[in-house]
């Protein structure tokens, strides 16, 4: 493997230490310390989301004008700063803050890193050697390794309290930043061009409009496991101790699987694969709605639901990821992609925000079980439903036109 791809995934890994060290935790903090409705926790996790994956497309444009390595390291400071304010914490404006600089930093250094991984990919895919698609699965599992280790980390520390897993969460990103800053590539001398950085390339391609909106649904599926899982973990008599072995039961799966599976996506095609693999999020969801309004079964069987959302959520997740990563540089036809990857990930973004200010107060009723608390879930597995069907509209064209 490469240097560069290698400390790029390395980069990765790191990076999602730090991030599931903390924000995993973030709902359980706001809820059980600070006393907050759902409704707020919903518009606090939403927020962060949104001035991450909402900005993506601001980030992605100025990674394509400035070049991706100072995006990198711009992110890396924002995200100390966020961190730092989390860990001040004790007020919900202090948190709110926190909350949003440290989705700003990814919002800075994620299309960076999206960009410096398609060139890499790229260059393999010529040379004869791991397809784009390939690289991109394995970003995701250097990431879900970090992803492994972060609530780890996080359910180790859980006794020092969130504000102070908030400043070592800080602490490795200062880190990061240094490292970085020695051995990351100077990016290329020769600048964007105003034509090649705008947005009027994106704005003006309907049917890439239309694949970054029924690709919303991905993000928002995944933003779950941070404000709809605890909900569930809690109906079914757990606490916050069992947040943690279900992201690694995530993490596991990738790490285990994405690179099989995406093999085996790509041999499918992306007209079969990716409707299916949204479709399999919706299952998850309505699983959950099955189970919600029952009486939860007595240990060890009283998360059996839980595991079995992560999991099939989990799944549909490692076919949708590479595909939709890889299927950027076809839209972009050679332009610079930094805005391209800016635009999905802004517009799963927006679905974040409005879909957990819709959600949070429904949430509510699925911790005690009743008639009403299947309505969530039901809401849940609709989004991916949709899409699904969307999905399947967008890959037809998209096929008929490469052909």
Not at 2 to 23: E, R
Not at 41 to 47: C, N, Q, T, W
Not at 326 to 334: C, E, I, K, M, S
Not at 366 to 390: D, K, M, Y
Request: include cysteine; glycine fraction near 10%.
């Amino acid at each position: 493997m490469p240097a560069n791809s290698l400390l790029l995934l390395s980069n990765q890994l790191v990076f999602n230490l730090g991030f599931y060290m903390v924000v995993p935790f973030l709902a359980v903090y706001l809820r059980e310390d600070m006393a907050l409705a759902g409704s707020a926790i919903g518009l606090v996790l939403g927020l962060r989301t949104f001035s991450q994956q909402g900005l993506f497309v601001f980030g992605g444009a100025l990674s394509d004008r400035l070049g991706p390595r100072r995006l990198i390291l711009l992110g890396c400071i924002v995200r100390v700063a966020g961190y730092a304010f989390l860990g001040l914490g004790g007020h919900i404006a202090t948190i709110l803050i926190g909350a949003c600089l440290t989705g700003v930093g990814g919002a800075l250094f994620s299309p960076a890193l999206s960009t410096l991984i398609a060139k890499v990919g790229e260059t393999s895919e010529k040379a004869g050697k791991r397809s784009r698609a390939q690289y991109f699965a394995l970003l995701g599992v250097w990431g879900e390794l970090g992803a492994v280790l972060g609530p780890v980390a996080g359910a180790l520390l859980l006794g020092v309290g969130f504000q102070a897993m908030a400043f070592i969460g800080a602490g490795i990103f200062v880190c990061a930043f240094f490292v970085l800053l020695a051995f990351l590539p100077r990016d290329e001398a020769h600048p964007v061009r105003h034509e090649q950085g705008s947005f009027a390339p994106v704005l003006g391609d309907r049917l890439f409009l239309a694949f970054i909106l029924a690709h919303g649904a991905y993000l928002f599926c995944y933003n779950q496991l941070y404000l709809a899982l605890p909900i569930e973990i809690a109906r079914s008599g757990g606490g916050e101790r069992d947040l943690a072995p279900m992201f690694m039961i995530a993490s596991v799966l990738v790490i285990t699987l994405q690179l099989p599976i995406t093999r085996l996506a790509r041999h499918v095609g992306v007209q079969v694969s990716m409707p299916f693999g949204f479709a399999l999020m919706a299952v998850a969801f309505a699983i959950v709605a099955v189970f919600a309004p029952l009486t939860p079964a007595t240990a060890p069987w009283s998360l059996a639901p839980t595991i079995i959302m992560v999991v099939i959520l989990s799944l549909g997740q490692m076919i949708v990821r590479p595909l939709a990563m890889d299927l950027v540089p076809t839209f972009a036809a050679g332009r610079p992609t930094g805005v391209y990857y800016g635009a999905l990930a802004s517009v799963g973004g927006v679905f974040v925000l409005v879909g957990n200010v819709v959600l949070g107060p429904l949430l509510d009723w699925a911790l005690i079980p009743s008639a009403r608390a299947s309505v969530p879930w039901i809401v849940l597995a609709l989004v991916p439903a949709i899409s699904a069907f969307a999905m399947l509209a967008v890959t037809r064209r998209l096929t008929s036109h490469k052909s």
